[in-house]
DNA sequence: TAGATTGTTAATCGATTAACAATC
DNA sequence: TAGATTGTTAATCGATTAACAATC
């Protein structure tokens, strides 16, 4: 469950506190915009709703200048420190796989450097879109995958691709030296347990809305 | 952290549990798929690196009939109650604001029926696409959804606007009785307790894949 | 100084895993 | 019967929260 951090010293946060740091990252962006300087920890777990004791443990384990009793953390250099520790800093190559409707979506995002990821390349077989331009980027047809992923030393990849054919682009991007790979197929993919796989599961996100309406319903009938 | 159950009984299971079950159902489907009528937990377990007793207690929560020593659980059965349990039999209505490339990305998937929820309307303020068909659904101005959504008793709400403009639809949608809003904006939404706000954070998984790509080199290096 | 805030140590809470009897 | 699998009770593990001394 822990994180294994990438700087020098060894410290782990757990993948809880791992997943909050984003969510302070956006607010703390919001606060530099603003112009504000200081922030505390009893601010930020107001407005996340989160304790505020779990937040200055959080932002302890990202920020080793930490905060200063009675005015708090400075935002420019706890976001600096947030952004460092999530690899936003840090910019990698991608490249993604279906070029439909949703992957198409993703190509046109602007706002993927800013998070550290930046999309290469984009491959996909249908005849209609391959060879044509997409958002400035060439589709290309999908056996022309490793070689591009091996020449340019790509180590992430992207599915947007049906559930049926997820595994097969899997597999064909693992053989290509590809190491992590955000599937948004609705497919647990199985892969080597050096590569590491996440699941963008919109069944879950889709299944908490409904459970939440189903639950309001009851109390209020 | 427990999630109230919608049926008659009492039972709660803990959001880490509910979070598992949508990739035990999509698992099934596939079983399913391929005429395979019986499964283990043990198997279930392994397919998706579990523990085969939180696979057990995860299905025993959901499913009253349960699994028969030696043959494991009916396929079709299971899919049937986990299905159930999610909300994915009980259709509902959702309203999209912002049709830009991600909205319409979303307006163009047909699965979501599949997990319950449907799409009946699209809003956006973008001249260009106002008025003009996206996949057969009108793009209709912004200042018309109080009164489709009260008129047609929409209660869940997808944002996929900028982050500046997220927080005003937000509490319009509030406004027009949304009572669950599905937030692709990467802000954190302010909204009153009753309102259950589900934030799909891109940037958490892509600081994840950065992780573990920085962590990776580390170990190699 | 007084008081808000910090960081840390200890207590609590809850989820996961191990052990085991029951079943077909 | 033997053995795989089930469901449950108890032990373990880890995250969150409470309490508190230190600081500016």
């Given at each position: 469950?822990?994180?294994?951090?990438?700087?020098?010293?060894?410290?782990?946060?757990?993948?809880?506190a791992?997943?909050r740091?984003?969510?302070?990252?956006?607010?703390?962006?919001?606060?530099?915009?603003?112009?504000?300087?200081?922030?505390?920890a009893p601010?930020i777990a107001k407005?996340m709703g989160l304790n505020e004791v779990q937040v200055r443990k959080d932002?302890?384990?990202?920020?080793?200048?930490?905060?200063?009793?009675?005015?708090?953390?400075?935002?420019?250099?706890?976001?600096?420190?947030?952004?460092?520790?999530?690899?936003?800093?840090?910019?990698?190559?991608?490249?993604?796989?279906?070029?439909?409707?949703?992957?198409?979506?993703?190509?046109?995002?602007?706002?993927?450097?800013?998070?550290?990821?930046?999309?290469?390349?984009?491959?996909?077989?249908?005849?209609?879109?391959?060879?044509?331009?997409?958002?400035?980027?060439?589709?290309?047809?999908?056996?022309?995958?490793?070689?591009?992923?091996?020449?340019?030393?790509?180590?992430?990849?992207?599915?947007?691709?049906?559930?049926?054919?997820?595994?097969?682009?899997?597999?064909?991007?693992?053989?290509?030296?590809?190491?992590?790979?955000?599937?948004?197929?609705?497919?647990?993919?199985?892969?080597?347990?050096?590569?590491?796989?996440?699941?963008?599961?919109?069944?879950?996100?889709?299944?908490?809305?409904?459970?939440?309406?189903?639950?309001?319903?009851?109390?209020?009938?």
């Open positions: 469950m822990a994180v294994q951090d990438s700087r020098d010293d060894k410290m782990t946060i757990s993948i809880h791992f997943r740091l984003p969510q302070y990252y956006n607010y703390l962006k919001l606060l530099r915009n603003a112009g504000v300087e200081q922030v505390s601010i407005k932002l302890a384990a990202v920020s080793e200048r930490g905060g200063k009793p009675r005015t708090g953390f400075n935002v420019i250099e706890l976001l600096r420190d947030i952004g460092r520790y999530l690899g936003y800093d840090n910019i990698q190559d991608a490249v993604l796989v279906g070029a439909g409707y949703l992957g198409s979506a993703l190509l046109s995002y602007k706002g993927f450097e800013e998070y550290g990821v930046k999309i290469v390349a984009a491959f996909d077989n249908n005849n209609e879109c391959v060879g044509s331009e997409n958002f400035s980027r060439i589709i290309y047809p999908v056996d022309k995958l490793p070689d591009l992923c091996k020449r340019l030393n790509v180590r992430i990849g992207i599915i947007t691709v049906p559930g049926e054919s997820a595994q097969e682009i899997c597999d064909l991007m693992v053989k290509s030296g590809i190491q992590v790979i955000w599937n948004f197929a609705p497919v647990h993919l199985l892969a080597a347990k050096e590569i590491f796989v996440q699941n963008e599961n919109m069944a879950v996100s889709l299944a908490l809305l409904s459970q939440h309406l189903a639950a309001h319903e009851e109390g209020a009938q």
